[in-house]
């Protein structure tokens, strides 16, 4: 724990809690919207656990600005958890910043670890675009997305930018997370591709081995040959001049 | 076949028998759902086949799990195979973990066989899903996907991610196959852009010739003048001190 | 200044003004299209406000032309100027111009600059396009577009190349515009996805620490080493031979 | 033109007048789809020029499979050609075959020229494309697609993978046409984004100027250093053993 600033510590020590707390806040998110007609005491329950952890996420988001060596440059490279805090449509998205601290951590095999970052990051976006549209839809008088079914197909529909046009949005909050989701659709694809063709040229250009390249080692190796050389010739010099 | 395991030896010489048999089984799979009017009989003819096949992948996956090495391992990188096995609905997919385990034993010209792998998995895979989509819908009232034509055509607007919603799934079961095909979508549209970016990278990247990187065999001669320079050397040194 | 040619002096004075009266004309192109329903006057306002400064960007490519060192290369670098200033559906595009301008200006830190850029002239292309779209299909019978609302959704859904089809242009004037909104859409794709992988490149190929290339550098400094050997042994040889 | 096979002479002889044959034939092709309604004299004049070039494309194939030095790596290497020439629906593909041939000989600046040649080759696959779908569609009763302004407009919706679904073909030819189309879009999309990303490639990673690598130059200098020094070291010896 040493060598870490005072915001390190506190993020590495939260880290889990902090995850849970995202996960239980999806489900208290989603319920009142896939079961609209639970009793009333459930409803209220899931909106309190949904207060409760934002109020969690604020304190956590203060007091990591508070102990940031640099607050400015904390809030810009944070800027999910910031939208998280403080737009109350984009809670659910505090998941998905939970998510990004942990990607951060990890050090080695990039490529894997953002392989299972996109999928995960996929999976959480598209759940939580489907809760976020259904819940702006349902009730509109012309909305063709009335159950988390459908509202689930045509999340994939939209976030493989595949688009039937079957389920649209219309309400024009329904269409803001939606251009979100085909953002990210984009990002995907980009993600997909580029991991594809990292691992197509590093297979592809792998060095013919009868022509490694040399390497300073090598070089280094030859210099103190060399060096080795003019101290036997020095020796040589000597004994000649005595 | 020295110097191969049994899981190996095992895998070289199934891997042609499993294929025909992947394909019998397409065809099995493919003839009740195309032609639903054909005699009882032949029906029956094809799901006692597919059964039988079934089977032997299943012993298939059963021997080669208990000679793997290690067995983890075998379960992790054959997910395709476990799920053709475990998965009634995702039988067909068995066609496509033959057809990748001959991927596995080619070796060299790396993007030709990702472009010929690639090309045969699509149409594979677009052939089962247009299968697996029509078994689904057929029959349910709002169903717009009623006949392989249909269905096919479907296939290739959702693979290609164009998406005109002129046919979309609207069974549970069909929009789960169709999900699955998008994200092949995604997969080929990535598939096709490396390749295409590899090729273009390479054949822009070629080196200049005149400025051929020194490889370790270059400095390796060099190292080689100079012992041979310090071998003279100390032969000098000798009649001198004599 | 000096070392600047006439063009670049009077490019790098102007970008500012130009800028601001680009934005100008975009608010004044924007608003009778948006709200047509406005009193006659502050419509005639807005009319004779792109007017003028339509006259603002033919006199300042004139006076760049005239200038230029080699006019014809000015004529082909510069196609979106000429467009914009020749064809009077494609004025607002002058903003893009701008906006491009300041990006050859800009140095270093090139993915970040492209991932800036590329953003701003996104939502540039976005607004401009349902601007001019929903100015052409507005009036016609048949058209879904009627609102900006309705057509800002509908230049997301093509931009990001998903295509519910709830909306489509149906005028041949709103299917150009709708063509170069598409062709934006894949360059879109195309630049997040290339940016994505140069990232990706440049962080798997980051070099072995063990196995660093040797240097052109490294290569000099055992020359030295051998110069320096070489010249012990001239002067050994000297009072060899005296 | 020595050096040349009779191949390669007959290719480069007749590139000029094919690809004039090749327009001709498309605008011969395109009458009687784009206006229906022309004077039959005018159709049936357009028909016997299409007959016309088939029949010259055809003594063409013809003698360059006979003049080949390996005649089935001609038919390999020239798939269009081939379907252009067997198949009459794909006769238009004659073009592109004859724009294919054009892009072999040019040899430097190989992302410019792939930058041409697949602006050039979508539009006339858009086009061509376009004439063959309305040609399959129109007279169908459930068609959507009637004018030749419809089925450009779908053409471009079709190849940029937007694919809004307000046209789409219903006619088993038509679609198979499309799918082609829709081929060519993931093509098309694939080598934006490849020359996007060698593009950003090559500009991101220009070497460090401090840190060249060492060219085998570079060592081949040192060596010869170090056998000058061997040489005046033998020198040196001679005088000393006599």
Same mark, same amino acid.
């Given at each position: 724990?040493?060598?870490?600033?005072?915001?390190?510590?506190?993020?590495?020590?939260?880290?889990?809690?902090?995850?849970?707390?995202?996960?239980?806040?999806?489900?208290?998110?989603?319920?009142?919207?896939?079961?609209?007609?639970?009793?009333?005491?459930? /409803?209220?329950?899931?909106?309190?656990?949904?207060?409760?952890?934002?109020?969690?996420?604020?304190?956590?988001?203060?007091?990591?600005?508070?102990?940031?060596?640099?607050?400015?440059?904390?809030?810009?490279?944070?800027?999910?958890?910031?939208?998280?805090?403080?737009?109350?449509?984009?809670?659910?998205?505090?998941?998905?910043?939970?998510?990004?601290?942990?990607?951060?951590?990890?050090?080695?095999?990039?490529?894997?670890?953002?392989? /299972?970052?996109?999928?995960?990051?996929?999976?959480?976006?598209?759940?939580?675009?489907?809760?976020?549209?259904?819940?702006?839809?349902?009730?509109?008088?012309?909305?063709?997305?009335?159950?988390?079914?459908?509202?689930?197909?045509?999340?994939?529909?939209?976030?493989?930018?595949?688009?039937?046009?079957?389920?649209?949005?219309?309400?024009?909050?329904?269409?803001?997370?939606?251009?979100?989701?085909? /953002?990210?659709?984009?990002? /995907?694809?980009?993600?997909?591709?580029?991991?594809?063709?990292?691992?197509?040229?590093?297979?592809?250009?792998?060095?013919?081995?009868?022509?490694?390249?040399?390497?300073?080692?090598?070089?280094?190796?030859?210099?103190?040959?060399?060096?080795?050389?003019?101290?036997?010739?020095?020796?040589?010099?000597?004994?000649?001049?005595?």
């Amino acid at each position: 724990m040493s060598g870490m600033n005072r915001l390190e510590r506190w993020e590495s020590r939260t880290q889990t809690p902090l995850m849970i707390a995202a996960l239980v806040f999806l489900v208290a998110f989603a319920i009142p919207i896939v079961n609209p007609g639970l009793p009333s005491s459930v /409803l209220r329950t899931c909106t309190v656990v949904q207060d409760v952890i934002w109020g969690v996420f604020l304190v956590d988001y203060a007091y990591r600005l508070v102990v940031a060596p640099r607050r400015w440059q904390f809030v810009r490279k944070h800027p999910v958890d910031l939208a998280a805090v403080a737009l109350p449509a984009l809670r659910p998205l505090r998941l998905v910043a939970a998510l990004s601290f942990a990607h951060q951590v990890a050090g080695e095999k990039l490529r894997g670890h953002v392989a /299972l970052y996109v999928t995960t990051a996929t999976l959480l976006v598209v759940t939580i675009s489907s809760l976020a549209v259904l819940n702006a839809e349902r009730g509109h008088p012309d909305a063709t997305i009335q159950t988390w079914q459908e509202s689930l197909w045509w999340s994939f529909v939209t976030v493989t930018t595949v688009g039937y046009g079957d389920y649209a949005p219309v309400t024009g909050e329904g269409r803001l997370f939606a251009v979100g989701l085909m /953002l990210c659709g984009i990002a /995907l694809l980009g993600i997909v591709t580029a991991s594809l063709a990292s691992w197509l040229l590093e297979r592809i250009s792998e060095p013919d081995p009868h022509r490694q390249p040399a390497t300073a080692a090598d070089v280094a190796e030859l210099a103190e040959e060399v060096r080795a050389l003019r101290a036997e010739l020095a020796g040589l010099r000597g004994p000649d001049q005595g």
